[in-house]
């Protein structure tokens, strides 16, 4: 199928798979590019020979493109926003801010960005700073999220843009690919689906969790702070949400409570410290497999119900 | 309408209540959150046509006054 994102990115399918921290690996990423869609790597908080080291390898498992995801708010973000200049990464995409400081010397580059908005001024204002193209990110995501759904959010940035538009946010199959569609998006980021495939490195104990949650599975915490985040429920979640509550409680000390869990999750699988960032479509998601079946999948699903259907994406 | 009643208008629009501001009202006692920021900062953009640039710090209204007055200045 081809769309606008599929030409901007010289992929065979409109998927691209979201740069989860502590999960989106070479592994991963590789996988989901080789399987015709856009691996993405997660810089996150990582220092960049970490990252360059996970790139490098990732070329060595795939000659397709694949992206690196930038956390603006990255103690290290300076020197990764270079590094992947000088490594001449084909796609970057960035989330937690505005990246227009960067896209310069990204463009010199001949990297193509696609920021992760969350609303319609920050699409406009990354547009006026020369990206190629915009992720909506719907609250119904995993990790940090924004207060608009993928259902609202997408239309108007659709309509705030002349750029390429990506849905991302609650979206796990074909049916949730053809909606994007509909409300003017090339195609579509997904994250929690992929955290189960094969090839994802994550501990087993977090592919447990999502593959055991239903719709009302997930919560979100840390808005007090300014940094609402969507995970599983657990343990762990519910206790920072009555501490979040405990106006005696201080911020410092939430803040501190919050520090390595998702490590504790992603890598340790520890089941009572660990934070499971996950989607609310976790629900849907009920086996793991390898990453090229998921990507068939969505792509049958999808090419069935448009069958006929001309739309201009 | 002077710039301070334009800014006024502007972050009362994005609060969604009517705001009392004077030159000494800091942007932290105002909480606005990130994407608040971004949109009054293409507010006032469109609004002057000019430019503040990308990464902006808001500490007062009465700093952020001076910030356009010298963009429109040098228009």
């Known amino acids: 199928m081809q769309t606008k994102l599929t030409k901007l990115l010289g992929i065979q399918y409109p998927i691209m798979q979201g740069g989860m921290a502590w999960i989106a690996d070479a592994s991963l990423a590789s996988a989901v590019s080789n399987a015709g869609g856009l691996g993405i790597i997660s810089a996150m908080n990582a220092d960049a020979e970490w990252v360059r080291e996970e790139i490098r390898k990732c070329r060595t498992m795939t000659d397709k493109p694949f992206g690196v995801n930038i956390m603006l708010m990255s103690p290290h973000v300076e020197e990764v926003a270079k590094m992947v200049a000088e490594e001449k990464v084909a796609i970057v995409t960035t989330g937690a801010g505005n990246p227009s400081r960067f896209v310069k010397m990204w463009k010199e580059a001949g990297i193509k960005i696609l920021p992760v908005v969350a609303s319609t001024a920050l699409a406009k204002m990354v547009e006026r700073a020369g990206v190629d193209a915009v992720i909506a990110e719907g609250g119904e995501s995993g990790g940090h999220v924004g207060d608009l759904t993928t259902m609202a959010l997408v239309p108007q940035v659709v309509d705030a843009v002349s750029i390429p538009v990506v849905a991302a946010g609650g979206i796990a199959d074909g049916r949730g690919m053809v909606a994007a569609f509909a409300l003017g998006a090339c195609g579509v980021q997904i994250g929690t689906r992929f955290l189960v495939a094969n090839e994802c490195t994550v501990s087993a104990e977090y592919k447990k969790k999502i593959l055991a949650a239903k719709d009302i599975s997930t919560m979100v915490t840390g808005r007090r702070l300014g940094h609402p985040v969507r995970a599983i429920k657990t343990t762990y979640t519910n206790q920072y949400a009555k501490l979040e509550a405990d106006s005696n409680y201080p911020d410092e000390q939430l803040e501190a409570f919050g520090v390595g869990s998702l490590r504790k999750a992603a890598k340790d699988g520890n089941t009572e410290e660990g934070c499971f960032l996950a989607g609310q479509i976790a629900g849907m998601v009920k086996k793991e497999q390898p990453a090229a079946q998921i990507v068939a999948e969505i792509m049958e699903q999808a090419e069935k119900m448009m069958e006929g259907v001309q739309w201009d994406v | ?75």
């Not at chain 2, 800014?7 to 800091?26: A, M, R, V, Y």
């Open chain 2, 1 to 75: 309408m002077t710039t301070l009643e334009k800014l006024k208008e502007i972050l009362s629009e994005c609060k969604g209540e009517d705001l009392d501001i004077t030159p000494e009202t800091s942007f932290e006692e105002l909480e606005f959150d990130s994407l608040d920021k971004v949109d009054i900062v293409m507010q006032i953009e469109e609004a002057y046509d000019i430019s503040l640039g990308d990464n902006m710090q808001l500490s007062t209204v009465g700093e952020l006054i001076a910030k356009i007055e010298e963009a429109v200045a040098n228009k």
